[in-house]
């Protein structure tokens, strides 16, 4: 079984940073992607960022600009920097692991951290 453990959610005035952390441990057969989403309440989760094994990122809607995802995979570990929050950005953020081991893409999320965006 994969654990995942997330940190460094909080609150922030509108305009701050936060730098998010995501480690992951336990059964990891294959890794082939870490990275984040988030959620608000009666909407879709939605991509934030995504790292691939294989170097590939992946950011969701408009956020390269403000958000940054950068990874460990030698320890099993992602990150996402996001800078210049907006109240917007306010949403538990969900971080994934992505196992290829076996021969199926099986993914693992976090708990999620709350991320508030607030003056």
């Known amino acids: 079984q994969v654990r995942i453990v997330e940190s460094g959610g909080g609150l922030v005035q509108p305009g701050g940073s936060l730098r998010l952390s995501c480690a992951a441990s336990?059964?990891?057969?294959?890794?082939?992607?870490m990275g984040w989403y988030r959620q608000v309440p009666g909407k879709q989760r939605e991509l934030v960022a995504s790292a691939t094994i294989s170097g590939r990122i992946s950011y969701g809607d408009s956020r390269l600009d403000r958000f940054t995802i950068s990874e460990d995979f030698s320890r099993n570990t992602v990150y996402l920097q996001m800078n210049k929050l907006r109240p917007e950005d306010t949403a538990v953020y969900y971080c994934h692991l992505d196992d290829s081991g076996s021969g199926a893409i099986s993914r693992t999320w976090g708990q999620g951290t709350q991320v508030t965006v607030s003056s």
């Open positions: 336990g059964n990891i057969v294959s890794l082939y992607a």
